[in-house]
Antibody, heavy 120, light 107 residues
Framework: QVQLVQSGAEVRKPGASVKVSCKASGYTFKNYAAHWLRQAPGQRLEWMGW????????KYSQKFQGRVTITRDRSASTAYMELRSLRSEDTAVYYCARDGGGSGSDLDYWGQGTLVAVSS | DIQMTQSPSSVSASVGDRVTITCRAS??????LAWYQQKPGKAPNLLIYDASSLQSGVPSRFSGSGSGTDFTLTISSLQPEDFATYYC?????????FGGGTKVEIK
């Protein structure tokens, strides 16, 4: 069965960076794009970017452009999201999700979420 | 960016009730809309894609309709496991954007 397993919770100080991993299993990794999203406490879901797991092409939300990098390791079936220059407003649960593969960007499988807390 | 507005923000209902949630896009998105269910502390779960297509494994009491700018999610007979928050997402253009959520609570 399809599974996305994310790395554990992280605590960082303002100005630091964090890198979250998302290991995929149960499907051919290179055939599906991987998205990264976040959800701050009590807030709506916010899309950050995605990566074509086959060719490594990426697209980022303008809000995070320059601060986020999404990569993947095909041999490990794992996608990564690195966010730099963290501030308190970046405290959120970060999710990876698989693109459904259709023409729209619906997300058919999700990781369990990774809490990133930014505090001095 | 396309803005997605959901209403109501919360609804109180009883088991067996019919519940309808509305989502409006700030511009036309054809049928490029998805609906998700999220329970506390859990990741969202895809219910409906392409406005009206039921995701595999999702009970048939869930249905979606609409096109252009106005969409609805209907739960035909609310079950205890359906108490959760529901989000719409436009899948038409980047960046994908989500509605603010509708919390379905026990009456």
């Amino acid at each position: 069965q399809v599974q996305l397993v994310q790395s554990g919770a992280e605590v960082r100080k303002p100005g630091a960076s964090v890198k979250v991993s998302c290991k995929a299993s149960g499907y051919t990794f290179k055939n599906y794009a991987a998205h990264w999203l976040r959800q701050a406490p009590g807030q709506r879901l916010e899309w950050m970017g995605w990566i074509n797991a086959g060719n490594g092409n990426t697209k980022y939300s303008q809000k995070f452009q320059g601060r986020v990098t999404i990569t993947r390791d095909r041999s490990a079936s794992t996608a990564y999201m690195e966010l730099r220059s963290l501030r308190s407003e970046d405290t959120a649960v970060y999710y990876c999700a698989r693109d459904g593969g259709g023409s729209g960007s619906d997300l058919d499988y999700w990781g369990q979420g990774t809490l990133v807390a930014v505090s001095s | 960016d396309i803005q997605m507005t959901q209403s109501p923000s919360s609804v109180s209902a009883s088991v067996g009730d019919r519940v309808t949630i509305t989502c409006r896009a700030s511009q036309g998105i054809s049928n490029w809309l998805a609906w998700y269910q999220q329970k506390p502390g859990k990741a969202p779960n895809l219910l409906i894609y392409d406005a009206s297509s039921l995701q595999s494994g999702v009970p048939s009491r869930f249905s979606g309709s609409g096109s252009g700018t106005d969409f609805t999610l209907t739960i035909s007979s609310l079950q205890p496991e359906d108490f959760a928050t529901y989000y719409c997402q436009q899948t038409d253009s980047f960046p994908p954007t989500f509605g603010g959520g509708t919390k379905v609570e026990i009456k």
